[in-house]
Structures are given as C-alpha cells and as structure tokens.
C-alpha cells in the first residue's frame, strides 16, 4: 500500500471509530496483558492516568520500549518510559539522583545541552560545568565527592563529541554519584552494529535519554527515558492519591517521571517501528551518515573551507575561511534562500557552521544542493 492509500484507510478508520463511539464502553473491557498485540484499537485519545484508564496506551509504550532497548542493544532489565522531551526526562533523571543520593550537584560538561543547566536550575541545584579535552569530550579528573549526578553527552548538541562514559560511570559510582546520558541526537545511531563504538560504557548508566524525535524519524515530541535503577525512580516519583487506585495490581507509568496524563506517544513510535523495520531504521541512518561524511569530504577538499570539529555521525562543523562576521552573512543568506536551513555555534570563540542530517527524505541530491547554496 502506498502512503496515500494508508492515509486514506487511517481516515476511513477514525470516522468509523467516531460515528459509532457512542456505541463502545467508556473504558476498555480488558484484562492486563489483553493488548499486547492488539494496539492500533486504542488510538483515539486515551486519558492515560493509569493502566486502568489506557490499557492499550500503557502497555504499549513498556513494549515498543522494550523494543527499541533491545534494538540499540541496551541491557536487559532496563526500564523505558516515554517523556515529551530530553529537558524532562533528564529533569526525571535528576530528581532520582537527587532523591537516592541525597545530594545536590550536578557535573556536565562545558559543551552539555543547556536543558542540564536549566534542569538543575529549576531543581534549586548546583551545576558544576566541567572542561573538555582536544576532542571536546568531557574531562575525567574530577572531584566528586558531594556530586548527585554526572551527565555524559553522547553527540553534544554543538560538536556531536562523545563523552568518555565508562571512565564517568566508574568514577561517579566510586564516588556514589549517579551517571546519567544524554544521547537525545546520536542514541539513535546505536540501532547500527558500526555505531556503537560510542555506546561504550553506556551499559553502566543509571539513566539514558534517547530522542526518538530527532533520529529515529517518530514526528515531535518523544523522548525515550530508561533507567537501570527504576526503584529509584518510583521512590522520587510514586504518589498514588485515592481517586487513582484501582484493582489492577498493575504499572502506573505515573511512577516514573513527573506528569500524571501522558499522550498515546508510543503508537507513533510503534508505527514508525512497523512502517521502516529494524532493516529500514539502519538503511537511513548509514545513508545520512554516509551523507555527512561526503559533505564533510567536500568541505576538506576546497581550500576555501574548512572542518572545525571531528565529523560524527550525521552532523558536520565547518566554516569558510574569513570572519565570524562573513560566515554569519552566509547562515544568514543561506538561510533567507528558503532552499536550505543551517544553524551555527560558537568554537573557542569562533562562529562555525553546523549542518545536519535526519530526515527521512533527505537525498544526496539535497546535500549536493546545499553545498551549492552555500558556495554561492
Ligand atoms: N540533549 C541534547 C544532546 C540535545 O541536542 C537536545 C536538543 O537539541 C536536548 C538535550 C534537548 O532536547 P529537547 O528539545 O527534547 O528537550
């Protein structure tokens, strides 16, 4: 079936589904475990407080969880959730380390993605930024004694550098702190075998966010939490008022990061998963990352140009020769082109060019494109 005629059927599906949703009981008549495979039933709206309220929604989203964690090659035993965004599920992921540390500091690197320090800031905790090396990856000789948390970045948002995580799980757990990742971008990349060099030591993470948003083609917003340590988190976050028990003896989501009613985000990630397949999510990645790469090559190539940070995977830091104020003019012009659209970020001071690839559309074509716009 083509796309058109999906779209289509959806349609066909929902007025059905309305026309006689008067006839339907108001909750779902099931049992847990009813759903497991039976899914798309559900689609429409569910209050999902509890499992009671969204069986379907509930249970799929521990079981699409459970098996991107099995696709990015996670530990077993790892439990998922799904927040709206990195900011709130690192925000998740502070308050459980807050709450099984007792402690009050958070360590990131300099080249962390503001929602850390934003994060902490809301919590009314201390944010210690440390520096990073020549390859821009956080450095390790830290003291931290009195730290609740250290976040690894794996793909910074600037340079898409890779913290060295198992030397800041080990030390973190040394010193009793707990280590949270940030691979919102790049986690996606681990569904290739070749990728998960940058996966190394992530096995010994307390908690992991991973956008599926930004990589693994799921439209705005999902943010895929796991944690080895869920105690912890139904410690920070249970409170089950009278009004929401039920006589499921069964998981509430709730327990787990800080909203109650949660969207039914894990159908659009179960479709994507069914739409692509495991084969198909690998095909676009190596192909945007093979895309970087040529892009990169063209940049190395012209003399006029030049690579401002090691290229990973699907995003490339450049900058044309001349000043900050030149290549500011050219994102600026680039941009009104209406035919690309770049961002930019600041290296020792410098203004570099930042290009990224993840749509599922986006061919060499569109790259070659680019790379004419911007020498034009
Ligand atoms: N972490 C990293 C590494 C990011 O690149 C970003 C956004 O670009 C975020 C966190 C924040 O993402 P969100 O918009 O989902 O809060």
Redesign the pocket.
């Given at each position: 079936m083509s796309f058109r005629d999906d779209g289509y059927a959806a349609v066909e599906w929902v007025a059905r589904y309305l026309d006689g949703v008067g006839d339907l009981p108001v909750l779902a008549q099931v049992e847990p475990g009813d759903l497991s495979a039976e899914l798309l039933a559900a689609a429409l709206n569910p209050v999902a407080l509890n499992w009671r309220s969204a069986p379907a929604s509930t249970e799929l989203e521990l079981r699409v969880l459970d098996w991107v964690r099995q696709l990015l090659g996670l530990p077993d035993g790892w439990h998922g959730h799904i927040e709206d965004?990195?900011?709130?599920s690192?925000l998740a992921a502070l308050i459980a380390a807050r709450q099984a540390t007792g402690r009050t500091v958070v360590v990131c690197s300099e080249h962390a993605?503001s929602?850390v320090e934003k994060d902490a800031r809301m919590l009314g905790m201390e944010l210690r930024k440390a520096p990073v090396d020549d390859e821009l990856r956080m450095r390790t000789d830290l003291r931290l004694d009195d730290v609740a948390a250290v976040v690894a970045?794996v793909?910074?948002?600037s340079f898409a550098s890779v913290d060295p995580v198992r030397e800041l799980a080990e030390r973190a757990h040394s010193a009793g702190a707990w280590l949270h990742v940030?691979a919102?971008?790049a986690g996606s990349s681990w569904i290739c075998e070749e990728e998960r060099w940058s996966q190394d030591g992530v096995e010994l993470a307390d908690s992991l966010?991973v956008?599926a948003?930004?990589w693994l083609l799921v439209p705005m917003?999902c943010?895929l939490l796991w944690t080895a340590r869920p105690d912890a988190f139904r410690e920070a976050f249970s409170l089950v008022p009278e009004y929401l028990r039920t006589s499921e003896d069964v998981y509430a989501l709730s327990d787990y990061g800080p909203v109650l009613g949660r969207r039914f985000r894990s159908l659009k990630l179960w479709a994507v998963l069914r739409c692509f397949g495991a084969e198909g999510l690998r095909a676009l990645q190596r192909e945007h990352i093979r895309l970087a790469g040529l892009f990169a090559d063209w940049v190395d190539a012209d003399p006029e140009w030049e690579l401002a940070a090691p290229q990973h995977f699907s995003l490339v830091v450049f900058r044309r020769n001349g000043t900050d104020e030149e290549n500011e003019a050219i994102v600026e012009r680039a941009n009104r082109s209406g035919e690309i659209f770049l961002s930019h970020t600041k290296l020792n001071g410098r203004y570099v060019l930042r290009l990224a690839i993840g749509n599922a559309r986006t061919t060499e074509a569109d790259v070659r494109r680019a790379w004419e716009v911007l020498r034009r």
């Open positions: 965004a990195a900011s709130t690192t993605h929602s970045t793909g910074t948002t940030d919102a971008y966010v956008n948003s930004k917003d943010s």
